[in-house]
Nanobody
Framework: QVQLVELGGGLVQSGGSLKLSCVAS????????MGWYRQAPGRERQFVAS???????QFEDSLKGRFTISRDGAKKTVYLQMNGLKPEDTAVYFC?????????WGQGTQVTVSS
């Protein structure tokens, strides 16, 4: 069973930065795609960023330039670097990993941006 653990959430002031980590229980290159979604209270889960096995990255359009995604295969970890954070970035951030049509999810980590 694939397990994903998110780390690095917390409280930050507007304009600040946070780096989230998603640690997988197995080789991250086993997955077709890994990335992040977020869900704010009362809202649907929203795509944030992804990286595929070949290293291609994708971002939600409004987050381009502020968020970056990277990985470290040796550490079985995918990272989400978030800069210039805004109060509207407040949400629970979920890591996912995809193998063919199957998705695995982490438990989520809370990010709160104060104004």
């Amino acid at each position: 069973q694939v397990q994903l653990v998110e780390l690095g959430g917390g409280l930050v002031q507007s304009g600040g930065s946070l780096k989230l980590s998603c640690v997988a229980s197995e080789n991250i290159f086993n997955f077709n795609n890994m990335g992040w979604y977020r869900q704010a209270p009362g809202r649907e889960r929203q795509f944030v960023a992804s990286i595929n096995v070949g290293g291609r990255t994708q971002f939600e359009d409004s987050l381009k330039g502020r968020f970056t995604i990277s990985r470290d295969g040796a550490k079985k970890t995918v990272y989400l670097q978030m800069n210039g954070l805004k109060p509207e970035d407040t949400a629970v951030y979920f890591c996912y990993a995809k193998i063919l049509s199957r998705h695995y999810w982490g438990q989520g980590t809370q990010v709160t941006v104060s104004s």
